[in-house]
Protein backbone atom coordinates (compact mmCIF):
# COMPACT_ATOMS: atom_id res chain seq x y z
CA UNK A 1 0.00 0.00 0.00
CA UNK A 2 1.39 3.68 -1.01
CA UNK A 3 1.23 6.59 1.36
CA UNK A 4 -1.73 7.80 -1.03
CA UNK A 5 -4.07 5.00 -0.04
CA UNK A 6 -2.98 5.28 3.05
CA UNK A 7 -4.30 8.33 3.39
CA UNK A 8 -7.29 8.30 1.57
CA UNK A 9 -8.54 5.27 3.75
CA UNK A 10 -7.96 7.33 6.79
CA UNK A 11 -9.99 10.03 5.59
CA UNK A 12 -12.73 7.51 4.44
CA UNK A 13 -13.47 6.09 7.91
CA UNK A 14 -13.08 8.93 10.16
CA UNK A 15 -15.41 11.45 8.67
CA UNK A 16 -17.81 8.22 8.69
CA UNK A 17 -20.72 7.54 6.54
CA UNK A 18 -20.24 10.33 3.56
CA UNK A 19 -16.83 9.13 2.70
CA UNK A 20 -16.88 5.91 4.21
CA UNK A 21 -19.43 4.26 2.13
CA UNK A 22 -17.95 3.00 -0.47
CA UNK A 23 -21.15 2.72 -2.37
CA UNK A 24 -21.42 -1.31 -2.50
CA UNK A 25 -24.18 -2.12 -5.19
CA UNK A 26 -27.42 -3.44 -4.54
CA UNK A 27 -27.75 -6.83 -6.59
CA UNK A 28 -31.34 -8.19 -7.39
CA UNK A 29 -32.35 -11.11 -5.45
CA UNK A 30 -35.50 -13.13 -5.24
CA UNK A 31 -35.82 -14.13 -1.55
CA UNK A 32 -39.40 -14.85 -0.72
CA UNK A 33 -40.82 -13.30 -3.74
CA UNK A 34 -44.30 -15.38 -3.95
CA UNK A 35 -44.70 -14.65 -0.09
CA UNK A 36 -43.99 -11.29 -0.85
CA UNK A 37 -46.66 -10.67 -3.25
CA UNK A 38 -49.28 -12.38 -1.35
CA UNK A 39 -48.57 -9.79 1.79
CA UNK A 40 -48.48 -7.00 -0.76
CA UNK A 41 -52.14 -8.13 -2.30
CA UNK A 42 -53.50 -8.00 1.55
CA UNK A 43 -52.12 -4.62 2.15
CA UNK A 44 -52.76 -3.37 -0.79
CA UNK A 45 -56.40 -2.65 -0.85
CA UNK A 46 -56.23 -1.39 3.09
CA UNK A 47 -53.27 0.88 2.39
CA UNK A 48 -55.04 2.37 -0.27
CA UNK A 49 -57.66 4.25 1.88
CA UNK A 50 -55.33 6.24 3.53
CA UNK A 51 -54.27 7.64 0.41
CA UNK A 52 -50.32 7.63 1.55
CA UNK A 53 -47.56 6.79 -1.31
CA UNK A 54 -46.90 3.45 -1.29
CA UNK A 55 -44.19 1.06 -3.25
CA UNK A 56 -44.75 -2.79 -4.16
CA UNK A 57 -42.65 -5.51 -5.02
CA UNK A 58 -41.72 -5.35 -9.00
CA UNK A 59 -41.71 -1.36 -9.25
CA UNK A 60 -38.02 0.58 -9.57
CA UNK A 61 -39.70 2.44 -6.24
CA UNK A 62 -39.83 -0.71 -4.04
CA UNK A 63 -36.09 -1.18 -5.57
CA UNK A 64 -34.92 2.19 -4.68
CA UNK A 65 -36.54 1.90 -1.27
CA UNK A 66 -34.83 -0.74 -0.32
CA UNK A 67 -31.31 0.64 -0.27
CA UNK A 68 -30.37 1.30 3.06
CA UNK A 69 -27.07 1.64 4.87
CA UNK A 70 -25.90 -1.63 5.05
CA UNK A 71 -26.34 -3.56 1.97
CA UNK A 72 -25.26 -6.75 4.08
CA UNK A 73 -28.35 -8.61 4.12
CA UNK A 74 -31.20 -7.24 1.33
CA UNK A 75 -34.33 -8.23 2.92
CA UNK A 76 -37.19 -7.92 0.90
CA UNK A 77 -40.20 -5.85 2.58
CA UNK A 78 -43.79 -6.64 1.74
CA UNK A 79 -44.41 -3.07 0.81
CA UNK A 80 -43.55 0.55 1.82
CA UNK A 81 -45.90 3.35 3.25
CA UNK A 82 -44.48 7.07 3.13
CA UNK A 83 -46.73 8.19 5.64
CA UNK A 84 -47.24 12.45 6.19
CA UNK A 85 -49.75 12.51 8.67
CA UNK A 86 -51.12 11.01 11.92
CA UNK A 87 -53.64 9.11 10.65
CA UNK A 88 -51.53 7.31 7.70
CA UNK A 89 -49.68 5.97 10.52
CA UNK A 90 -52.61 4.96 12.49
CA UNK A 91 -53.39 3.48 8.84
CA UNK A 92 -50.11 1.42 8.29
CA UNK A 93 -49.77 0.26 11.46
CA UNK A 94 -53.70 -1.22 11.41
CA UNK A 95 -53.21 -2.49 7.83
CA UNK A 96 -49.96 -4.73 8.84
CA UNK A 97 -52.43 -6.18 11.63
CA UNK A 98 -54.91 -7.27 9.56
CA UNK A 99 -52.56 -8.25 6.76
CA UNK A 100 -50.57 -10.10 9.00
CA UNK A 101 -47.28 -9.08 8.18
CA UNK A 102 -44.58 -7.46 10.80
CA UNK A 103 -44.42 -3.71 10.87
CA UNK A 104 -40.96 -1.90 10.86
CA UNK A 105 -40.25 2.31 11.17
CA UNK A 106 -37.39 3.72 9.05
CA UNK A 107 -35.89 7.06 9.97
CA UNK A 108 -32.61 7.35 8.35
CA UNK A 109 -32.19 3.78 7.52
CA UNK A 110 -28.63 3.67 9.03
CA UNK A 111 -29.55 0.83 11.55
CA UNK A 112 -26.42 -1.42 11.13
CA UNK A 113 -28.64 -4.62 10.88
CA UNK A 114 -30.88 -3.69 8.98
CA UNK A 115 -33.86 -3.16 11.24
CA UNK A 116 -35.91 -0.32 9.73
CA UNK A 117 -36.03 -2.86 6.76
CA UNK A 118 -37.75 -5.23 10.00
CA UNK A 119 -34.85 -7.68 10.34
CA UNK A 120 -36.43 -9.93 8.13
CA UNK A 121 -38.02 -10.67 5.05
CA UNK A 122 -41.72 -9.58 4.64
CA UNK A 123 -42.50 -7.12 6.28
CA UNK A 124 -44.82 -3.06 6.01
CA UNK A 125 -42.08 -0.64 6.31
CA UNK A 126 -43.15 2.96 7.21
CA UNK A 127 -40.60 5.42 5.97
CA UNK A 128 -41.13 7.94 8.35
CA UNK A 129 -39.19 11.10 5.95
CA UNK A 130 -42.48 13.01 5.42
CA UNK A 131 -42.54 13.49 9.67
CA UNK A 132 -40.83 17.25 8.65
CA UNK A 133 -42.33 19.37 10.90
CA UNK A 134 -39.84 21.90 12.41
CA UNK A 135 -40.31 24.91 15.14
CA UNK A 136 -38.31 26.43 17.71
CA UNK A 137 -38.92 27.83 21.12
CA UNK A 138 -36.31 31.04 22.04
CA UNK A 139 -37.70 31.18 25.41
CA UNK A 140 -37.48 27.87 26.47
CA UNK A 141 -34.68 26.66 24.28
CA UNK A 142 -36.73 23.73 22.83
CA UNK A 143 -37.63 22.40 19.21
CA UNK A 144 -40.43 20.41 18.40
CA UNK A 145 -39.12 18.25 15.48
CA UNK A 146 -40.69 15.41 13.19
CA UNK A 147 -39.38 11.95 13.14
CA UNK A 148 -38.30 12.39 9.37
CA UNK A 149 -35.45 14.56 9.73
CA UNK A 150 -31.80 13.40 9.23
CA UNK A 151 -28.92 14.92 11.57
CA UNK A 152 -27.69 17.33 8.51
CA UNK A 153 -30.50 19.01 7.65
CA UNK A 154 -31.82 18.87 11.24
CA UNK A 155 -28.43 20.55 12.66
CA UNK A 156 -28.83 23.49 9.64
CA UNK A 157 -32.13 24.36 10.96
CA UNK A 158 -31.27 24.85 14.33
CA UNK A 159 -28.31 26.88 13.22
CA UNK A 160 -30.77 29.04 10.85
CA UNK A 161 -33.61 29.54 13.80
CA UNK A 162 -31.33 30.29 16.36
CA UNK A 163 -27.90 29.55 16.40
CA UNK A 164 -28.73 26.39 19.17
CA UNK A 165 -27.86 22.27 18.45
CA UNK A 166 -28.81 18.79 19.72
CA UNK A 167 -25.48 16.87 20.82
CA UNK A 168 -25.81 14.58 17.73
CA UNK A 169 -23.22 12.39 15.68
CA UNK A 170 -21.33 13.29 12.72
CA UNK A 171 -22.74 11.67 10.21
CA UNK A 172 -25.22 13.94 8.49
CA UNK A 173 -27.40 11.27 6.61
CA UNK A 174 -28.20 9.19 9.83
CA UNK A 175 -32.18 10.22 10.96
CA UNK A 176 -32.37 11.46 14.25
CA UNK A 177 -35.59 9.34 14.85
CA UNK A 178 -33.16 5.84 15.29
CA UNK A 179 -30.01 7.94 16.63
CA UNK A 180 -32.09 9.54 19.47
CA UNK A 181 -33.82 6.58 20.53
CA UNK A 182 -30.78 4.54 21.07
CA UNK A 183 -28.46 7.14 22.24
CA UNK A 184 -26.74 9.31 20.49
CA UNK A 185 -23.40 10.27 20.79
CA UNK A 186 -21.75 12.92 19.31
CA UNK A 187 -18.75 15.59 19.38
CA UNK A 188 -20.89 18.09 21.96
CA UNK A 189 -22.32 15.19 23.73
CA UNK A 190 -19.80 15.23 26.87
CA UNK A 191 -20.88 18.72 27.42
CA UNK A 192 -24.77 18.28 26.78
CA UNK A 193 -25.39 14.86 26.96
CA UNK A 194 -27.16 12.50 24.39
CA UNK A 195 -29.50 13.57 22.51
CA UNK A 196 -31.35 10.92 24.12
CA UNK A 197 -30.97 12.79 27.42
CA UNK A 198 -32.46 16.05 25.68
CA UNK A 199 -35.69 14.04 24.41
CA UNK A 200 -38.13 16.39 26.64
CA UNK A 201 -41.18 14.75 25.28
CA UNK A 202 -42.33 12.51 21.94
CA UNK A 203 -45.43 11.90 20.30
CA UNK A 204 -46.05 7.97 19.79
CA UNK A 205 -48.68 5.80 17.74
CA UNK A 206 -49.09 2.85 20.07
CA UNK A 207 -50.32 -0.68 18.17
CA UNK A 208 -53.51 0.09 18.84
CA UNK A 209 -53.59 3.57 16.74
CA UNK A 210 -54.00 5.28 20.30
CA UNK A 211 -51.51 8.34 19.91
CA UNK A 212 -49.61 9.47 23.44
CA UNK A 213 -47.64 12.36 24.62
CA UNK A 214 -44.59 10.82 26.57
CA UNK A 215 -42.54 13.07 28.73
CA UNK A 216 -41.40 13.24 32.73
CA UNK A 217 -45.31 14.10 33.91
CA UNK A 218 -47.27 12.30 31.15
CA UNK A 219 -46.51 8.61 30.64
CA UNK A 220 -43.08 8.61 32.19
CA UNK A 221 -42.63 4.62 31.62
CA UNK A 222 -43.07 5.34 28.09
CA UNK A 223 -40.33 8.44 28.45
CA UNK A 224 -38.44 5.77 30.41
CA UNK A 225 -38.43 3.37 27.89
CA UNK A 226 -38.13 5.75 24.40
CA UNK A 227 -34.66 7.32 25.91
CA UNK A 228 -32.03 4.03 25.10
CA UNK A 229 -34.63 1.33 24.21
CA UNK A 230 -37.01 3.06 21.81
CA UNK A 231 -36.39 1.87 18.37
CA UNK A 232 -39.71 0.10 17.43
CA UNK A 233 -40.32 -1.59 20.38
CA UNK A 234 -43.31 -0.04 22.04
CA UNK A 235 -44.55 2.42 19.25
CA UNK A 236 -43.66 4.38 16.18
CA UNK A 237 -42.50 8.02 17.28
CA UNK A 238 -43.80 11.01 15.12
CA UNK A 239 -42.32 13.49 16.39
CA UNK A 240 -39.94 14.73 19.12
CA UNK A 241 -39.03 17.84 21.37
CA UNK A 242 -35.57 18.45 22.32
CA UNK A 243 -33.94 20.64 24.78
CA UNK A 244 -31.57 22.68 22.95
CA UNK A 245 -28.33 24.77 23.43
CA UNK A 246 -26.99 27.41 22.11
CA UNK A 247 -23.83 27.52 20.71
CA UNK A 248 -22.82 30.68 19.32
CA UNK A 249 -19.85 31.54 20.26
CA UNK A 250 -16.74 30.31 18.36
CA UNK A 251 -15.48 26.76 18.52
CA UNK A 252 -12.33 24.68 17.86
CA UNK A 253 -12.01 21.67 15.89
CA UNK A 254 -8.42 19.88 16.01
CA UNK A 255 -7.05 16.46 14.73
CA UNK A 256 -4.20 14.79 15.18
CA UNK A 257 -2.65 12.26 13.35
CA UNK A 258 0.20 9.54 13.45
CA UNK A 259 1.05 6.90 10.87
CA UNK A 260 3.63 4.63 12.78
CA UNK A 261 2.18 1.69 13.82
CA UNK A 262 4.95 0.79 16.63
CA UNK A 263 3.58 4.24 18.21
CA UNK A 264 -0.05 3.06 18.33
CA UNK A 265 0.13 1.77 21.65
CA UNK A 266 1.70 4.48 23.03
CA UNK A 267 -1.01 6.90 21.41
CA UNK A 268 -3.77 4.95 22.47
CA UNK A 269 -2.69 4.79 26.30
CA UNK A 270 -1.83 8.57 26.02
CA UNK A 271 -5.62 9.05 24.89
CA UNK A 272 -6.99 6.99 28.27
CA UNK A 273 -5.02 8.54 30.10
CA UNK A 274 -6.24 12.01 29.39
CA UNK A 275 -9.61 11.03 28.73
CA UNK A 276 -10.30 9.93 32.40
CA UNK A 277 -9.88 14.09 33.44
CA UNK A 278 -10.56 15.93 30.39
CA UNK A 279 -13.52 18.54 31.40
CA UNK A 280 -16.42 18.29 28.97
CA UNK A 281 -16.29 21.24 26.73
CA UNK A 282 -13.75 18.91 24.83
CA UNK A 283 -15.15 15.66 23.04
CA UNK A 284 -13.28 13.37 21.19
CA UNK A 285 -12.78 9.89 19.23
CA UNK A 286 -9.49 8.27 19.14
CA UNK A 287 -8.91 5.54 16.15
CA UNK A 288 -6.71 2.83 15.45
CA UNK A 289 -6.43 0.95 11.99
CA UNK A 290 -4.39 -1.73 10.64
CA UNK A 291 -2.51 0.08 8.20
CA UNK A 292 -0.82 1.30 11.66
CA UNK A 293 -2.64 5.11 11.61
CA UNK A 294 -3.95 6.51 14.57
CA UNK A 295 -5.27 9.67 15.13
CA UNK A 296 -7.47 11.91 18.05
CA UNK A 297 -10.27 14.31 16.24
CA UNK A 298 -12.55 16.12 18.62
CA UNK A 299 -13.76 19.56 19.23
CA UNK A 300 -14.00 22.34 22.08
CA UNK A 301 -16.51 24.17 23.05
CA UNK A 302 -14.37 27.30 22.91
CA UNK A 303 -12.15 29.55 21.04
CA UNK A 304 -8.18 28.12 19.70
CA UNK A 305 -6.83 30.41 22.21
CA UNK A 306 -7.63 28.02 25.36
CA UNK A 307 -7.47 24.86 24.22
CA UNK A 308 -3.79 23.98 23.97
CA UNK A 309 -3.81 23.70 27.92
CA UNK A 310 -6.45 20.94 28.07
CA UNK A 311 -4.58 18.93 25.45
CA UNK A 312 -1.61 18.81 27.39
CA UNK A 313 -1.94 15.52 28.62
CA UNK A 314 -2.28 13.79 25.56
CA UNK A 315 0.38 15.35 23.30
CA UNK A 316 2.81 15.34 26.44
CA UNK A 317 2.35 11.40 26.29
CA UNK A 318 1.76 10.74 22.73
CA UNK A 319 4.00 10.56 20.03
CA UNK A 320 5.12 13.32 17.87
CA UNK A 321 2.01 13.68 15.38
CA UNK A 322 2.59 13.08 11.71
CA UNK A 323 -0.13 16.28 11.42
CA UNK A 324 -1.78 18.88 12.89
CA UNK A 325 -4.73 20.61 12.47
CA UNK A 326 -6.46 23.18 15.10
CA UNK A 327 -9.14 25.24 13.56
CA UNK A 328 -11.32 27.79 15.27
CA UNK A 329 -14.88 27.73 13.87
CA UNK A 330 -18.19 28.77 14.49
CA UNK A 331 -20.40 25.62 15.04
CA UNK A 332 -21.86 24.97 11.44
CA UNK A 333 -18.32 25.42 10.04
CA UNK A 334 -17.70 23.04 13.22
CA UNK A 335 -21.10 20.60 11.50
CA UNK A 336 -19.13 20.44 7.86
CA UNK A 337 -15.91 20.00 9.33
CA UNK A 338 -16.80 17.12 11.32
CA UNK A 339 -18.58 15.86 7.76
CA UNK A 340 -15.35 15.73 6.09
CA UNK A 341 -16.29 19.19 4.03
CA UNK A 342 -13.49 22.32 4.13
CA UNK A 343 -15.08 24.75 6.75
CA UNK A 344 -15.62 27.23 3.50
CA UNK A 345 -18.76 25.05 2.36
CA UNK A 346 -21.88 26.40 2.01
CA UNK A 347 -23.85 25.31 4.90
CA UNK A 348 -27.02 24.91 2.78
CA UNK A 349 -24.50 21.53 1.88
CA UNK A 350 -26.23 20.23 4.72
CA UNK A 351 -29.56 20.43 3.54
CA UNK A 352 -28.44 17.57 1.25
CA UNK A 353 -31.03 18.01 -1.48
CA UNK A 354 -30.60 15.27 -4.08
CA UNK A 355 -27.91 13.32 -1.88
CA UNK A 356 -27.95 9.74 -2.31
CA UNK A 357 -28.08 7.84 0.72
CA UNK A 358 -24.55 6.14 1.60
CA UNK A 359 -23.77 2.42 1.56
CA UNK A 360 -21.32 -0.25 2.91
CA UNK A 361 -21.34 -3.64 3.66
CA UNK A 362 -19.67 -4.98 7.33
CA UNK A 363 -20.10 -6.27 10.11
CA UNK A 364 -19.72 -4.23 13.41
CA UNK A 365 -19.06 -4.67 17.34
CA UNK A 366 -18.97 -2.57 19.96
CA UNK A 367 -17.70 -2.50 23.84
CA UNK A 368 -17.75 -0.14 26.81
CA UNK A 369 -14.53 0.54 28.88
CA UNK A 370 -14.94 1.96 32.48
CA UNK A 371 -11.85 4.14 34.29
CA UNK A 372 -8.77 3.51 34.14
CA UNK A 373 -9.24 2.37 30.70
CA UNK A 374 -7.58 -0.78 29.06
CA UNK A 375 -4.71 -2.43 31.09
CA UNK A 376 -1.40 -2.59 29.45
CA UNK A 377 -2.01 -6.54 28.83
CA UNK A 378 -5.32 -5.53 26.98
CA UNK A 379 -4.06 -2.85 24.86
CA UNK A 380 -1.74 -5.36 23.70
CA UNK A 381 -4.04 -7.87 23.40
CA UNK A 382 -6.35 -5.42 21.42
CA UNK A 383 -3.52 -4.30 19.03
CA UNK A 384 -2.44 -7.79 18.58
CA UNK A 385 -6.31 -8.48 17.58
CA UNK A 386 -6.57 -5.39 15.28
CA UNK A 387 -3.12 -6.63 13.84
CA UNK A 388 -3.73 -10.42 12.89
CA UNK A 389 -6.90 -9.96 10.13
CA UNK A 390 -7.20 -10.81 6.65
CA UNK A 391 -8.35 -7.55 5.85
CA UNK A 392 -7.07 -4.17 6.03
CA UNK A 393 -11.10 -2.68 5.36
CA UNK A 394 -11.01 -1.99 9.19
CA UNK A 395 -11.22 0.70 11.54
CA UNK A 396 -11.71 0.88 15.90
CA UNK A 397 -13.45 3.96 17.15
CA UNK A 398 -13.00 5.04 20.86
CA UNK A 399 -15.35 7.80 21.76
CA UNK A 400 -15.01 9.23 24.96
CA UNK A 401 -17.14 9.69 27.55
CA UNK A 402 -15.91 9.70 31.24
CA UNK A 403 -16.99 10.75 35.09
CA UNK A 404 -16.75 14.84 33.81
CA UNK A 405 -19.28 14.13 31.24
CA UNK A 406 -22.95 14.94 30.94
CA UNK A 407 -23.73 11.58 29.94
CA UNK A 408 -22.56 9.90 32.72
CA UNK A 409 -24.38 12.09 35.35
CA UNK A 410 -27.23 10.73 34.73
CA UNK A 411 -28.03 7.63 36.71
CA UNK A 412 -28.43 4.64 35.39
CA UNK A 413 -32.18 3.56 35.82
CA UNK A 414 -33.14 7.17 34.79
CA UNK A 415 -33.51 6.41 31.18
CA UNK A 416 -33.63 3.37 29.67
CA UNK A 417 -30.03 4.27 28.43
CA UNK A 418 -28.21 2.21 30.71
CA UNK A 419 -24.24 3.17 30.06
CA UNK A 420 -23.35 5.50 32.12
CA UNK A 421 -20.31 4.93 33.95
CA UNK A 422 -17.90 4.17 31.19
CA UNK A 423 -14.71 5.99 29.76
CA UNK A 424 -14.99 4.96 26.38
CA UNK A 425 -16.85 2.77 23.71
CA UNK A 426 -15.25 0.70 21.42
CA UNK A 427 -16.51 0.75 17.70
CA UNK A 428 -15.06 -2.30 15.70
CA UNK A 429 -15.51 -2.36 12.18
CA UNK A 430 -15.01 -4.51 9.27
CA UNK A 431 -16.36 -3.82 5.50
CA UNK A 432 -15.96 -5.74 2.31
CA UNK A 433 -17.89 -3.63 0.39
CA UNK A 434 -19.00 -5.91 -3.14
CA UNK A 435 -16.57 -8.18 -1.91
CA UNK A 436 -19.08 -10.75 -0.32
CA UNK A 437 -16.26 -13.77 -0.69
CA UNK A 438 -14.65 -11.29 2.16
CA UNK A 439 -17.34 -11.55 4.45
CA UNK A 440 -16.72 -14.48 6.54
CA UNK A 441 -13.39 -13.42 7.02
CA UNK A 442 -13.87 -10.34 8.15
CA UNK A 443 -16.86 -11.57 10.40
CA UNK A 444 -14.46 -13.42 12.34
CA UNK A 445 -11.69 -11.42 12.54
CA UNK A 446 -14.40 -9.10 14.15
CA UNK A 447 -15.12 -11.25 16.53
CA UNK A 448 -11.90 -12.08 17.31
CA UNK A 449 -11.12 -8.64 17.77
CA UNK A 450 -14.30 -8.42 20.41
CA UNK A 451 -12.82 -11.57 22.72
CA UNK A 452 -9.61 -10.77 22.51
CA UNK A 453 -10.87 -7.14 24.09
CA UNK A 454 -13.48 -7.74 26.24
CA UNK A 455 -12.08 -9.55 29.26
CA UNK A 456 -10.16 -6.21 29.90
CA UNK A 457 -13.81 -4.54 29.47
CA UNK A 458 -17.22 -4.70 30.46
CA UNK A 459 -20.56 -6.68 29.03
CA UNK A 460 -21.87 -3.71 27.70
CA UNK A 461 -22.48 -2.91 24.25
CA UNK A 462 -24.25 0.51 22.19
CA UNK A 463 -27.23 -0.32 21.20
CA UNK A 464 -27.31 2.47 18.50
CA UNK A 465 -24.73 -0.01 16.94
CA UNK A 466 -26.31 -3.01 17.01
CA UNK A 467 -25.34 -6.48 16.66
CA UNK A 468 -27.52 -9.53 16.28
CA UNK A 469 -24.79 -11.38 18.17
CA UNK A 470 -25.25 -9.62 21.44
CA UNK A 471 -28.03 -10.47 24.10
CA UNK A 472 -30.02 -7.79 25.41
CA UNK A 473 -28.49 -7.50 28.53
CA UNK A 474 -25.50 -6.11 26.61
CA UNK A 475 -27.53 -3.04 25.56
CA UNK A 476 -29.77 -2.81 28.39
CA UNK A 477 -28.56 -4.69 31.71
CA UNK A 478 -29.89 -3.81 34.62
CA UNK A 479 -32.95 -1.82 32.43
CA UNK A 480 -34.22 -4.81 30.99
CA UNK A 481 -36.44 -5.97 33.35
CA UNK A 482 -38.70 -2.45 33.51
CA UNK A 483 -38.69 -2.63 29.81
CA UNK A 484 -39.96 -5.71 30.00
CA UNK A 485 -42.68 -4.18 32.22
CA UNK A 486 -43.42 -1.26 30.21
CA UNK A 487 -43.52 -3.60 26.66
CA UNK A 488 -46.34 -5.80 28.05
CA UNK A 489 -48.16 -1.90 29.17
CA UNK A 490 -47.68 -0.38 25.90
CA UNK A 491 -47.41 -3.15 23.24
CA UNK A 492 -49.15 -6.28 24.61
CA UNK A 493 -49.62 -7.83 21.21
CA UNK A 494 -45.42 -7.30 20.29
CA UNK A 495 -46.48 -5.94 17.06
CA UNK A 496 -43.63 -3.54 17.14
CA UNK A 497 -41.04 -6.06 16.97
CA UNK A 498 -37.87 -7.41 15.31
CA UNK A 499 -34.92 -9.84 16.43
CA UNK A 500 -33.62 -7.85 19.08
CA UNK A 501 -36.41 -5.84 20.28
CA UNK A 502 -38.07 -5.48 23.85
CA UNK A 503 -39.58 -8.70 24.26
CA UNK A 504 -42.82 -9.35 26.58
CA UNK A 505 -41.16 -11.57 28.68
C1 LIG B 1 -22.23 5.77 8.96
C2 LIG B 1 -22.81 5.77 10.32
C3 LIG B 1 -22.36 6.70 11.26
C4 LIG B 1 -22.88 6.71 12.55
N1 LIG B 1 -22.41 7.62 13.47
C5 LIG B 1 -22.91 7.62 14.73
C6 LIG B 1 -22.44 8.53 15.72
O1 LIG B 1 -21.58 9.36 15.45
N2 LIG B 1 -22.96 8.46 16.97
C7 LIG B 1 -23.92 7.56 17.31
O2 LIG B 1 -24.39 7.57 18.44
N3 LIG B 1 -24.40 6.69 16.39
C8 LIG B 1 -23.91 6.70 15.13
N4 LIG B 1 -24.39 5.80 14.21
C9 LIG B 1 -25.40 4.83 14.62
C10 LIG B 1 -26.79 5.42 14.47
O3 LIG B 1 -27.05 6.29 15.57
C11 LIG B 1 -27.82 4.27 14.47
O4 LIG B 1 -27.55 3.41 13.38
C12 LIG B 1 -29.25 4.81 14.40
O5 LIG B 1 -30.13 3.79 14.77
C13 LIG B 1 -29.58 5.29 13.01
O6 LIG B 1 -30.81 5.92 12.98
P1 LIG B 1 -31.63 5.96 11.59
O7 LIG B 1 -32.91 6.64 11.86
O8 LIG B 1 -30.73 6.50 10.52
O9 LIG B 1 -31.78 4.41 11.32
P2 LIG B 1 -33.00 3.43 10.95
O10 LIG B 1 -32.32 2.25 10.38
O11 LIG B 1 -34.01 4.12 10.11
O12 LIG B 1 -33.65 3.10 12.35
C14 LIG B 1 -32.96 2.45 13.39
C15 LIG B 1 -33.95 1.74 14.30
O13 LIG B 1 -34.88 2.69 14.84
C16 LIG B 1 -36.21 2.33 14.51
N5 LIG B 1 -36.95 3.56 14.22
C17 LIG B 1 -36.70 4.43 13.22
N6 LIG B 1 -37.59 5.42 13.24
C18 LIG B 1 -38.44 5.18 14.27
C19 LIG B 1 -39.59 5.85 14.79
N7 LIG B 1 -40.04 6.98 14.23
N8 LIG B 1 -40.23 5.32 15.86
C20 LIG B 1 -39.79 4.16 16.43
N9 LIG B 1 -38.71 3.49 15.97
C21 LIG B 1 -38.04 3.99 14.91
C22 LIG B 1 -36.09 1.43 13.30
O14 LIG B 1 -37.21 0.57 13.14
C23 LIG B 1 -34.80 0.69 13.59
O15 LIG B 1 -35.04 -0.38 14.48
C24 LIG B 1 -23.89 5.78 12.91
C25 LIG B 1 -24.35 4.87 11.95
C26 LIG B 1 -23.83 4.86 10.68
C27 LIG B 1 -24.31 3.85 9.68
C1 LIG C 1 -46.39 16.55 29.43
O1 LIG C 1 -47.44 16.47 28.49
C2 LIG C 1 -48.68 16.91 29.00
C3 LIG C 1 -49.74 16.58 27.95
O2 LIG C 1 -49.43 17.16 26.72
C4 LIG C 1 -48.59 18.38 29.34
O3 LIG C 1 -49.83 18.83 29.85
C5 LIG C 1 -47.50 18.59 30.37
O4 LIG C 1 -47.30 19.97 30.61
C6 LIG C 1 -46.18 17.97 29.89
N1 LIG C 1 -45.24 17.98 30.99
C7 LIG C 1 -43.96 18.31 30.83
C8 LIG C 1 -43.10 18.21 32.05
O5 LIG C 1 -43.49 18.64 29.75
C1 LIG D 1 -54.45 1.26 23.52
O1 LIG D 1 -53.30 0.71 24.13
C2 LIG D 1 -52.90 1.36 25.33
C3 LIG D 1 -51.59 0.71 25.76
O2 LIG D 1 -51.68 -0.67 25.86
C4 LIG D 1 -54.00 1.24 26.35
O3 LIG D 1 -53.62 1.93 27.53
C5 LIG D 1 -55.28 1.84 25.81
O4 LIG D 1 -56.34 1.64 26.72
C6 LIG D 1 -55.63 1.21 24.47
N1 LIG D 1 -56.76 1.94 23.89
C7 LIG D 1 -57.79 1.32 23.33
C8 LIG D 1 -58.85 2.21 22.78
O5 LIG D 1 -57.87 0.11 23.28
Not at 481 to 504: M, R
Request: aromatic share 12%; with cysteine; hydrophobic share 40%.
Amino acid sequence: MGSYTRLRMNIFVVYCCVLLAIGASAAEDQISASRRSLAAADLKPCLSTAKARTAYPGSQEYENARIVFQLRNRYAPAAFVFPTTVAQVQNAIACSIKAGVGIAPRGGGHSFEDYSLGGRDGVLVVDMAGFTGFSYDRTTQTAVVGAGWRLGPLYLALWNAGKVTIPAGNCVSVGIAGHALGGGWGFSSRKFGLVADNILEAQVVLANGTVVTANKSKNPDLYFALRGAGANSFGIVTQFKFQVHDVSFPVTHFKYTWTTKSQQFQNFKAFQTWGVNVPAEISASFYLDPFGNSNIEGTYLGPKSKLAPLLTTFLQNAARPASTSVEELNWIQLILVNAGKPSNTDPNYLKLQGFQLPTNTFKAKSIFVNAPGLSDAGVNAMIKAMNGGPTQKAYFLYDLFGKQSAINQVPRSATSFVHRSSLFTIQAVAYWGNNAGEAAGDTAYINNYYQSVRPYATSEAYQNYIDRDMPLSAYYGSNLGALITDKKKWDPKNVFNFPQSIPLK
